[in-house]
């Protein structure tokens, strides 16, 4: 039998407070600074999950600590740096932005009281922090969102993993729901032709749209990760309702690293070759990411735009990530509305007055029957 003390109780916690809901964002986390020791830090988090890399420990712990913990931090630290804003990381901005407005968009639609919180799965604010935070606000049913609209298993997989090991030591566990992805979702989707449709307004049309999602090892993918096929259909969908023409869009991947093979085509090397074959005006958008971050404002907007030119493009132009913006704000929390239906804080005559006397009677009836 597990002693009471395994698991993690509430302090102070009173039985007639009134129970909300809660919604959990979590995006991939940021290095606390653009410095060689903060990156190192974030690097030996991130590349330590079993989801990211999926060799034998035995194997990859003498490459991880032995050469990648030992070169990649300082490069990283240079990229960090390029991007880095007086805010801090423009990750952590945005995720930041999104959560305020998404907490203001879902308390003038819901009847009864939620919060809305932000969790990075590497780095901070950490999973298991910000549910020990939504529980001690008395969040009783809790919506975990990964800002992933593809599902991987090294990416939502791992939230999972996360939010698993968050609850399993609570004594009162939260009901809990989870969005797998939204890849699919007509409020994503409109969303993302809307921010294309207005760049086009404001600097015109290339004669190229691609889009580029971060890669994962094609091993993975043969192993049953449905990310490759999720990323298909939100480009197919993408270019629906944009009008195109199929030669008129583009999928490619990102962020490959190490000598395995990589879900093709690559990114950098699509970039290099599009000016050879007569694209010398290109647009390119990241639709697997939520919020602008090192892999699309560095790798995409910089480096990338460098490739392109540099092989004799004429014109490039990064398309950002919907980051808080009103139109990813909507398709949020209309898909949030959507997964938490059945919960009694979304019903119309929810009265949290009613059901706190409703509680305090039942603890001063548990209060008498102790004392008789």
């Known amino acids: ?137 008395g969040v009783r049913r809790l919506l975990v969102l990964p800002l992933y609209p593809q599902y991987s298993a090294t990416s939502t997989g791992s939230v999972l993993d996360a939010v698993a090991d968050a609850i399993r030591r609570l004594r009162w566990p939260p009901e809990l729901r989870v969005i797998n992805d939204y890849h699919g979702d007509a409020g994503h989707l409109d969303a993302l032709a809307e921010s294309v449709r207005r760049h086009w307004a404001q600097h015109g049309r290339g004669e190229k749209l691609l889009l580029s999602f ?44 190490g000598r395995g093979r990589w879900l093709q085509p690559a990114t950098d090397a699509t970039l290099r070759a599009l000016p050879a074959q007569g694209v010398k005006r290109l647009d390119v958008i990241c639709p697997g990411f939520a919020a602008d971050c090192l892999e699309t404002l560095e790798e995409i907007a910089l480096r990338g735009k460098a ?27 209309a898909l949030a509305l959507r997964h938490m239906g059945g919960w009694p804080e979304l019903a119309p005559d929810f009265n949290a007055a009613t059901h706190a006397a409703t509680q305090a009677s039942a603890r001063e009836r548990a209060a008498h029957d102790r004392n008789r």
């Open 307 to 333: 490739d392109f030119l540099g092989a004799g493009g004429e014109s490039f132009h990064y398309i950002p990530a919907l980051n808080s913006s009103d139109a990813q704000v909507r398709a949020l929390s």
């Open 1 to 137: 039998m597990i002693a009471s003390s395994h698991y993690t109780g509430l302090a102070g916690y009173a039985h007639d407070s009134v129970p909300r809901a809660g919604v959990l964002l979590v995006n991939l986390g940021t290095p606390e600074a653009p410095t060689t020791r903060a990156v190192r830090r974030y690097l030996a988090e991130f590349l330590s999950d079993p989801r990211v890399i999926e060799l034998p420990r035995w194997l990859w712990w003498p490459i991880l600590h032995g050469v990648i913990l030992r070169l990649r931090p300082q490069r990283s630290a240079h990229a960090y740096a390029s991007i880095w804003t007086e805010a801090g990381s423009p990750l952590r901005v945005h995720s930041e932005a999104l959560c305020a407005a998404l907490q203001t968009a879902l308390a003038a639609r819901m009847p009864g009281p939620v919060t809305v919180r932000l969790a990075m799965r590497y780095g901070r604010p950490q999973v298991r922090a910000s549910i020990a935070q939504l529980q001690r606000e």
């Open 214 to 257: 971060h890669g994962i090892p094609y091993r993975y993918f043969i192993a049953g990760d449905p990310y490759y096929c999720q990323c298909l259909a939100t480009a197919r969908l993408l270019r629906e309702r944009l009008g195109l023409r199929a030669e008129d869009v583009l999928l490619s991947f990102q962020s490959r690293v």
